[in-house]
């Protein structure tokens, strides 16, 4: 293999998104990468109780810092200094005249520092090829940057569309200035389904597409449940979500919750997000139980005494291509959860086309309470077994030909080689 710098600011044992990332490095030789990240994007849980990568690690915003000191014995100074960054994040977020303010001096003091480290760990470790991941600015241009002083290939690996997404000032406009540019130097663009690859095409034209690779959201087959009992619903229906609650997800959330009430239904929420914002978006009510945060190990457990594991995507949003072109983690644990999926995003989505063309997911794509109760009643009014264990068999078959961990980690290899 070619050894790889990897850039992100976000990056293993971080719990989330980047378990993707973690699923398709865990097995790559440690001496063969190096990962560039940030420090205190790292919060102290994922940090002692997350899964970290075997090779180098290298702290943009903390170069002394090590993997081992940030593991079970962080220091006291930095655990300080997490807590800091951490408040300073909730204070910028809360206001937008801070983060037009902040906005600024933030992503080019993080672009500066990766640029910085970048070029020295390049010399210093020999990297041959670099590899950025998606972000609202600072680590994919980093990575640009990078390949303009050095002269080294890079490819990006995309988890999101970069230009069009939500990024605070000054992210949009920097997305709008350097993703063509990008792309075009890029010697491989790594995005994880069909429709993503589709929107780069249609921007950029066919000698884009040609260096796109797409890779689906993976997770370990070992994953899976064990032994669950058949599928056999009973009153009362347990519908569950696992995952973050953010912009995506509320107004399609808020539906459920809306169609479910006074019924024989309940909603099971596992999620990170504070109660209080899932009250404030009316998000909570007598059929809804908030469960809080679940340990990564607990969810086949969880997911397996589901009657539904909902996938919520929502409509009228500031972004409709990031809706569109989405293709949530929880997707992939769904699909080997053993137990049915009920989407609920609009026709346009990726996840709608997705589910449809290979029949693995109750699907309601119109943005209607009524709608998705109708779907809901019928469901479970008419043999729900039969056609819950369909859903089942399909889905299933669909994670093993797109989305099992061991080809997928192939795949990614081979683009390295």
Partial sequence: MKKTLFISRYAPPIIGGPQNMYTLMRDLPQESYIMLTSFYNIDSKSATVGSWLQGK??????PKASSESARLHASPTEEKGRTFVSKLKHIVKQSAFMRSLLGIPIIFSQLFAIVRHGKRTIKKEQVEVLMGFSDYGP?????????????????????????GN??????????????????????????????????????????????????????????????LPPYDPKEPYSIVFTGSVYWPQIGALRNLVTAIDGTNMHLKLYTPAPEDLLKKNGLLNSNVEFMGSAPFEDMPKIQGAADLLFLPLSWNTKSPVIIDTATPGKLTDYLIAGRPMLVHAPSSSCVVRYTKENDCALVVDEDSPEKLKEALDEFFAN???????K????????????????KNTQLFRAILE
């Avoid at 043999?383 to 264990?389: L, S, V």
Wanted: aromatic share 12%.
């Fill in 57 to 62: 690690y290298i702290f943009y915003d903390n």
């Fill in 139 to 163: 680590a994919i241009i980093g990575t640009y940057i990078l390949h303009l002083l050095t002269k080294k290939p890079f490819m990006v690996f995309l988890f999101d569309v970069y230009k």
């Fill in 166 to 227: 939500l990024y605070p000032f000054p992210g949009h406009q920097l997305a709008v200035l350097f993703e063509k540019r990008i792309m075009q130097a890029a010697s491989k663009i790594v995005v994880t389904n069909e429709v993503t690859a589709e929107v780069y095409e249609k921007r950029y034209g066919p000698s884009i597409r040609e260096k796109i690779v797409v890779i689906h959201n993976a997770t370990p087959s070992s994953h899976a449940p064990s032994e």
């Fill in 383 to 389: 043999n729900p077994a039969e056609i819950g264990a």
């Fill in 391 to 406: 859903l089942v068999e399909n889905a299933q078959a669909l994670y093993h030909k797109n989305h099992d961990a061991l």
